[in-house]
């Protein structure tokens, strides 16, 4: 095959046949294939077989029972399963209208790209498919946050969240993806250098079904932006910040309640210590907990760590009250963030390492997990 078409899909059985029936008018079906990648609850697989089994092009399924990464894990599933190295990316609704796609293999036919964004916003493209005003205003919005967030990567392109794009699987690291949503094509250029084009295109609306934008897409979005600007010390600062204000609002409860500072610092850290612990597995180090020692042996690691922290920072915090006047409030919370980086360095390098280290030099490995732990991809 000379090209895939990779079509992740979520519940779009009625959307099925009439992006099949278009892309088999546009498309040279000797050439091309289309690969549905289908996390859905619903009919699709079933009609996707239906109607793979009359078309005039090879098209192939892959039904995920477990939708990890979301949409973008979907794509990268796709471009992993690809009979093609050339593989364009579109969504299953119509919106991206598959009679674009010429448009798109024509461009990167030349030669000196590697990947080919199908704009909303460049040219005469125009994004009049969104449902209303609101969606158009959280678009732009999004688009201009993430750009002035990437300003390197992103400079030749004017719409990093669009979902149609045309690329090169070999020129991307696969490996080092993290699929967190929908926004797939921003992970791709966020992560590695890629020579860019744009082409635009008309954003359709929707054939049949329902958007499955939501305000918990909209979370996914924010956490993968995040994360793919600051790294894992980000979403471990956002606990930790969390942590902070619980940990504030138990002290300021038991101060009231009579309580003393000191005491009341102590049972507030204890139950930061834990609540923090159970966020930081669940959602900072989940990837690093199956080559780690047992979630026991973690537990204990962090908690005596925290522990030991807090035996430091609370006598300093209570000579910071009685030396300076301050509010215990206010001093646990300078405490609080003096702290962050060492914890963030701990839970990195000890409670979470490997269980067993290469031959690399302690020094090296030491530079290079805090490289990969705290520092984002391509630019500071």
Wanted: aromatic share 8%.
């Amino acid at each position: 095959m000379n090209l895939t078409i990779i079509v992740p899909t979520y519940n779009e059985a009625p959307n099925v046949a009439e992006l099949v029936r278009r892309i088999s008018r546009t498309v040279d079906a000797a050439d091309t294939e289309i690969l549905f990648v289908d996390d859905s609850t619903d009919a699709t697989p079933e009609t996707i077989r239906e109607v793979a089994a009359s078309a005039s092009l090879p098209v192939r399924l892959i039904h995920r029972e477990h939708a990890t990464g979301g949409l973008g894990g979907a794509v990268v599933e796709g471009l992993r399963a690809a009979a093609s190295d050339v593989c364009v990316v579109m969504d299953g609704d119509l919106q991206h209208p598959p009679e674009e796609i010429p448009l798109l293999v024509h461009r990167f036919r030349r030669g000196d790209v590697d990947l080919v964004v199908a704009s909303r916003y460049a040219g005469e493209g125009t994004a009049d498919g969104l449902a209303d005003r609101g969606r158009v205003l959280v678009s732009r919005a999004s688009t201009a946050v993430t750009k002035a967030m990437f300003p390197i990567r992103l400079k030749d392109v004017s719409d990093p969240m669009t979902g149609f794009f045309l690329v090169d699987r070999t020129a991307i690291d696969l490996d080092g993806l993290k699929p967190r949503g929908f926004k797939i094509l921003l992970e791709i250029l966020a992560r590695k250098p890629l020579r860019v084009a744009e082409v635009p295109f008309r954003f359709a609306d929707r054939h049949a079904g329902e958007s499955k934008a939501s305000f918990q897409q909209g979370l996914h979005f924010l956490m993968q932006l995040t994360m793919l600007r600051f790294g894992k010390m980000s979403l471990f600062a956002f606990i930790g910040i969390l942590g902070a204000v619980a940990n504030l609002a138990i002290l300021w409860v038991l101060i009231h309640m009579g309580v003393g500072s000191v005491w009341a610092a102590i049972i507030a850290a204890e139950v930061t210590i834990i609540g923090n612990f159970l966020l930081q597995e669940r959602f900072v180090f989940q990837d690093m907990r199956e080559d780690a020692s047992g979630v026991w042996s973690r537990f204990a690691k962090s908690f005596g760590f925290n522990n030991v922290e807090a035996a430091i920072r609370i006598p300093i915090m209570a000579a910071m009250v009685a030396g300076w006047h301050i509010s215990a409030v206010i001093a646990t919370a300078i405490t609080l963030v003096v702290a962050f980086v060492v914890r963030f360095l701990f839970h990195s390098l000890v409670v979470y390492a490997p269980r067993r280290v290469g031959a690399r030099s302690a020094a090296r490995e030491l530079m290079d997990e805090i490289d990969s732990q705290a520092m984002s991809p391509g630019e500071l």
